[in-house]
């Protein structure tokens, strides 16, 4: 636990909870019309230009965009103050590559639209913080000699093969490119909130990956074009903020 003096020099931007993960990452493309839908005020699309700069390495597929889905199993999960831990939980993310528009600038984000828990505790926490979570108690998780798989009755299902046994050296540039921009989430108190949220593997495998969710009226399934990796990594994320805080703060941010 750190000392009163030295939490008095924290800033909102300093990791807040940390943490370590054995996660499958997955990529994935959804259609642009039904996500224009979905998203808030202030968000839109990135162009093609953009995207081509930012994930040169993703595949460009007409009226569709990519996005990333988390599929993970969170351990040794701490608030960086207390170092109070968190019991292991299961948690499913899902990132998508936006453009926030906001008095005249623009900021490409990786908006999160939701996260799914069977953590009750945690839930409770991370939308008292301004994160849109959802717990499921159903939330289950299960494994063979040859396959895993998450799923959520009438939600979620995702099976993956067993990670390759060889190490890769880093994860896809797609995947690893989403913790480079500020994670953006819309609260259940309607306001939008930016942090900061750093991936740090320590072991990377090939896997492949069939999944099919269904979110908002809309059915997202792989395909040929889906891909994954395993990981297992540390994790911090900062404490979430509003937009001026994150982004024009009256103290200097490395």
Known sequence: ???YKEYKTFTPHDPFVAGNNLSYFVGGYYPTDKLEKILRKGMFIPSDEVMAKEYPTVKKIER???????????RNVRDTATEIELRPYLELNFFFPITYKHKGEERLCSYLPLLYLDFLLGTIGGTILGLRKE???NLKY???DTSSSFGIENIISATFSQPSAEDIKDLDPFFAR???KPTLTYSYFNKTYFYT???HPTRVHET???YEWNYKG???RSDEHTFANFSEYSFTTSRAMRYDAYFHPKYPVE
């Open 135 to 137: 717990f499921h108690a």
């Open 218 to 220: 809309s059915v997202i």
């Open 64 to 74: 569709m965009h990519p996005f990333l889905m988390l599929f993970s199993r969170c």
């Open 178 to 180: 989403f913790f480079t």
């Open 142 to 144: 299960t494994e063979t």
């Open 197 to 199: 949220t750093l991936v």
């Open 1 to 3: 636990m750190i000392t």
């Open 208 to 210: 492949s990956a069939a």
